[in-house]
């Protein structure tokens, strides 16, 4: 074994993780590559004309050429089960119960890492390594996730959920870097089958990005069930009907079909009784929200219960100020003073101190109010 240990490299075939597996192979790691099979193209139907992302048979080839070029072992491993199991059936679940859900947050955390941590052991790896543009350190017997120095390329909003235990054995050779510099990196160490390859933005398991077909084809009888709801305006007043709940997001202003002579979004959606509420864009804005399944990276609590942050409500939002407030030991409160537009159940909210993670939790309610906490105490 190599003077800085054996580390286990997930690589999908993407320019960012082959260039995190090479660059470790270089600086005296023993790299293992994996690639991970996480979804069945031919399963997710849809209508992209080629198979695309992670899973396809040309990306584990170009990761396997490369393993076998720079002279470290690669392997592929079927986890679909595992993916099925805990991202895509999530990811049903949310938009049939009215929520709009986040599968990396997901991936991350309970595939990524713990079905990876798994494959790690079998293999005698001490550490892991994945491509994401972030950085962790261990700081006061704590490991923190920061962001990468790229901030317009930064993952670590989709980070939050990996455990300390976790953390401690992930390594993120990219965090440094700049995705510019990445792309040179690739060409320097002779990586031309995946220098130019584009970033991917679609849902890796949604290649058409279509996810009203994907849902319609995973759930059967889908749109007859939730047929029949109506648009309804702040008042209450039914100003229009709909294709079902969980065809909609919140904050979505096209494909309405509403003629109201403005601009109208949607501000909220029950999906016990398929209504779903329309407004301005000023409707839009919540104060504060409410998240679960809390995980805490900087600290161990929140000092002194409380602390003032910068929350992020989704990937790619910039972030404003507010307030982390702890409930308990998997619940806390984020107050935003000068309100954020469309705060939406089944994000994420992250919080930060600067360019560290201090927690996040899945966004489970919005504007938390006075009446509400008191009812919850009772």
Known sequence: MSKKGRV???????VDSSVAAVMLNEQG?????????????HRSGGNSGKETGC??????????QIAVRHGFKHFIVDIRDEFGNWVIDRFVEDYTSGKTPNP????????????LLRRAD??????????HYANVREENTRFVISKGKDHHKDQSYALWGVEQKHLSRTIFPLGSFRKTEIRQFAEDFGLLNVASKPDSYEICFIPDNDYHRFLKDRVEDLEERVSG???????????????????????????????????????????????????GKEDLI????????????????????????????????????????????TEFDVHFPAGREA??????VVCYEGDDIVAGGWIHKVNITLEEDMIAEI
């Open 229 to 279: 709801g109506v648009f309804v305006d702040k008042t209450g007043k039914v100003v229009g009907k709909h294709k079902g709940f969980p065809f909609y997001t919140i904050g979505q202003r096209r494909g309405l079909n509403l003629p109201m002579g403005k601009p109208v979004y949607v501000t909220h959606i029950n999906a016990g009784t398929n209504v779903i509420t329309i407004g």
């Open 29 to 41: 790691y023993e790299v293992i590559g994996i690639t991970m099979k996480t979804w069945d193209y």
């Open 122 to 131: 079998d293999l005698g790896c001490e550490f892991i390594a994945t491509g």
């Open 286 to 329: 919540s104060s504060t929200c409410r998240a679960r399944e809390m995980n805490l990276i900087k600290y161990d609590r929140i000092p002194g219960g409380s602390m003032e942050i910068t929350g992020k409500i989704r990937y790619n939002d910039d972030g404003a100020v507010g307030t982390i407030t702890q409930r308990s030991d």
């Open 104 to 115: 990396c947050v997901l991936c991350n955390t309970h595939i990524k890492w713990a079905a």
């Open 55 to 64: 899973c396809t048979v040309e990306s584990m080839n170009d990761a396997r």
């Open 8 to 14: 286990l490299v997930a690589m999908s075939g993407g």
């Open 343 to 348: 705060i939406t159940p089944g994000q994420a």
